[in-house]
């Protein structure tokens, strides 16, 4: 048996003001929490027991999961009383562990989109003997992130800061937020304090001696941390690039869920996503998009790249251009919100009082 632990303790804050009310793993993507995706593909993948790490939010997640039978495996919850990092967080999550002490645990990070094939990562770990495995995807820019080259057969040996210089850039692969640990690995990690796997764990296992091995699995990957991620996880998620068994429906250019109502001649295009009891009314275009339960969406309104809250209200002729508003607010008619704009959760902006040109587009 493969045990997981699941890291979605969290608070979120690239996310607000999505993640006021709702921790990150639990927004809806492609119409479900998006933490019941990564569930449905550990259990495909063969995982049967998985400890969910929590801390914001935390009475949340097993009301909604409770004992993970439904994904047919067998959920735990261990909260953390106060953050206690990556690190911290796994070492704290490890005593409702079952594994032996050379068995190998996965660890996921809970803001993770991918099409990492798991039970590959868990088999090169297996081959190689090794005391930590761990998933690396390569990007076309990697200085947003911490590097970690390898030899020539896949061991890691070095993890870098983000590099400041291009000569720093040393590789494309970053670290891509899955891992497999020997079980007594994880027992080595510092209780009762803050840890951060990436800083303090890995360096100094590495330092130590310790075999790390890495696995380039360049297949989609997406970290869900920002609202312009986000929305376009959850379209990729529907449009079908993005791999999960738990999309609840045919996978294609618009997802509806039960009890939504859109009318005939509104446009729903690119992944666009309708939760339920929402209300899109006629001549609305919306691309792209993620409209949570109770939002309204009245005529005219043209929608692009944003993330509507639950009973959100958007008004006739408003335009949103990569914009988050988030739950409850209401956003008059005739207004125009472009990207990077955050509606904060129930606030009310009146008929056209937010422009970028000096009318409608």
């Given at each position: 048996?493969?045990?997981?632990?699941?890291?979605?303790?969290?608070?979120?804050?690239?996310?607000?003001?999505?993640?006021?009310?709702?921790?990150?793993?639990?927004?809806?993507?492609?119409?479900?929490?998006?933490?019941?995706?990564?569930?449905?593909?550990?259990?495909?993948?063969?995982?049967?027991?998985?400890?969910?790490?929590?801390?914001?939010?935390?009475?949340?997640?097993?009301?909604?999961?409770?004992?993970?039978?439904?994904?047919?495996?067998?959920?735990?919850?261990?909260?953390?009383?106060?953050?206690?990092?990556?690190?911290?967080?796994?070492?704290?999550?490890?005593?409702?562990?079952?594994?032996?002490?050379?068995?190998?645990?996965?660890?996921?990070?809970?803001?993770?989109?991918?099409?990492?094939?798991?039970?590959?990562?868990?088999?090169?770990?297996?081959?190689?003997?090794?005391?930590?495995?761990?998933?690396?995807?390569?990007?076309?820019?990697?200085?947003?992130?911490?590097?970690?080259?390898?030899?020539?057969?896949?061991?890691?040996?070095?993890?870098?800061?983000?590099?400041?210089?291009?000569?720093?850039?040393?590789?494309?692969?970053?670290?891509?937020?899955?891992?497999?640990?020997?079980?007594?690995?994880?027992?080595?990690?510092?209780?009762?304090?803050?840890?951060?796997?990436?800083?303090?764990?890995?360096?100094?296992?590495?330092?130590?001696?310790?075999?790390?091995?890495?696995?380039?699995?360049?297949?989609?990957?997406?970290?869900?941390?920002?609202?312009?991620?986000?929305?376009?996880?959850?379209?990729?998620?529907?449009?079908?690039?993005?791999?999960?068994?738990?999309?609840?429906?045919?996978?294609?250019?618009?997802?509806?869920?039960?009890?939504?109502?859109?009318?005939?001649?509104?446009?729903?295009?690119?992944g666009t996503v309708v939760g339920e009891g929402a209300r899109v009314a006629g001549g609305a275009r919306i691309s792209?998009?993620?409209?949570?339960?109770?939002?309204?969406?009245?005529?005219?309104?043209?929608?692009?790249?944003?993330?509507?809250g639950a009973r959100a209200h958007v008004g006739e002729r408003t335009v949103l251009t990569g914009a988050v508003i988030?739950?409850?607010?209401?956003?008059?008619?005739?207004?125009?919100?472009?990207?990077?704009?955050?509606?904060?959760?129930?606030?009310?902006?009146?008929?056209?009082?937010?422009?970028?040109?000096?009318?409608?587009?």
């Amino acid at each position: 048996m493969t045990e997981a632990i699941l890291l979605v303790g969290g608070k979120g804050t690239r996310l607000r003001p999505v993640t006021v009310n709702t921790p990150k793993p639990m927004v809806r993507a492609a119409g479900v929490p998006f933490l019941t995706h990564q569930l449905a593909r550990a259990a495909a993948a063969g995982v049967e027991h998985v400890v969910l790490a929590t801390s914001y939010l935390a009475e949340v997640f097993e009301p909604h999961f409770g004992d993970g039978s439904a994904l047919g495996l067998h959920l735990e919850y261990v909260t953390e009383r106060e953050p206690l990092g990556t690190g911290g967080a796994i070492r704290n999550a490890a005593t409702r562990l079952r594994s032996g002490a050379d068995e190998p645990v996965l660890v996921f990070n809970g803001d993770i989109l991918t099409g990492l094939d798991i039970r590959a990562l868990v088999r090169t770990h297996a081959a190689g003997g090794a005391d930590v495995s761990l998933h690396l995807t390569r990007v076309a820019d990697p200085r947003a992130y911490g590097l970690v080259p390898t030899d020539a057969t896949g061991r890691v040996t070095a993890f870098l800061e983000k590099p400041q210089t291009p000569e720093e850039i040393v590789t494309d692969q970053i670290n891509a937020g899955c891992y497999v640990f020997r079980r007594s690995v994880i027992d080595t990690i510092p209780a009762g304090r803050p840890v951060s796997v990436e800083r303090e764990t890995f360096p100094d296992l590495l330092a130590a001696g310790a075999h790390l091995q890495g696995m380039v699995d360049s297949t989609y990957w997406l970290d869900l941390g920002t609202p312009e991620a986000f929305v376009r996880g959850s379209a990729d998620l529907v449009l079908g690039r993005a791999p999960s068994p738990a999309v609840p429906g045919r996978c294609g250019d618009r997802l509806v869920l039960p009890s939504a109502v859109v009318a005939a001649d509104a446009k729903l295009t690119g992944g666009t996503v309708v939760g339920e009891g929402a209300r899109v009314a006629g001549g609305a275009r919306i691309s792209g998009s993620t409209i949570l339960p109770g939002a309204v969406v009245r005529p005219g309104a043209v929608i692009t790249d944003s993330l509507v809250g639950a009973r959100a209200h958007v008004g006739e002729r408003t335009v949103l251009t990569g914009a988050v508003i988030g739950d409850g607010a209401f956003v008059g008619p005739d207004n125009e919100l472009r990207a990077g704009t955050r509606i904060w959760c129930d606030a009310r902006i009146p008929a056209g009082a937010v422009r970028f040109s000096s009318d409608v587009a």
